[in-house]
Nanobody, 122 residues
Framework: QVQLVESGGGLVQAGGSLRLSCAAS????????MGWFRQVPGKEREFVAR????????FYTDSVKGRFTISRDNARNTVYLQMNSLTPEDTAVYYC???????????????WGQGTQVTVSS
């Protein structure tokens, strides 16, 4: 059984930082593409960042480039999203996902965490 558990969300002032964690069980993060997505009410789930398996490439949506960093710890089977210089526009529920393809399309990701709320105040 595959389980993804996110943590690290919370309330932060604009300009602040948060680090999200996604602990996986049932699958090995080092051989899968792991993605972070976010969603606000009334909008579709949006790609934020992803990290591929064995070749460890990273990809970001334009609005977070230079501010967010995705990484992983193979020993802990955990993926992280370091978020710096946060703005109110980053406010959303953040989800991690595990998929078999290197893609920003949420539909190709088979497994999802429960989400963690990130709120950035102005």
């Amino acid at each position: 059984q595959v389980q993804l558990v996110e943590s690290g969300g919370g309330l932060v002032q604009a300009g602040g930082s948060l680090r999200l964690s996604c602990a996986a069980s049932g699958r090995t993060v080092s051989v899968n593409t792991m993605g972070w997505f976010r969603q606000v009410p009334g909008k579709e789930r949006e790609f934020v960042a992803r990290i591929t398996g064995s070749d460890i490439r990273t990809f970001y949506t334009d609005s977070v480039k230079g501010r967010f960093t995705i990484s992983r710890d193979n020993a802990r089977n955990t993926v992280y999203l370091q978020m710096n210089s946060l703005t109110p526009e980053d406010t959303a529920v953040y989800y991690c996902a595990l998929g078999g393809l290197n893609s920003p399309n949420p539909r190709v990701y088979a497994y999802w965490g429960q989400g963690t709320q990130v709120t950035v105040s102005s």
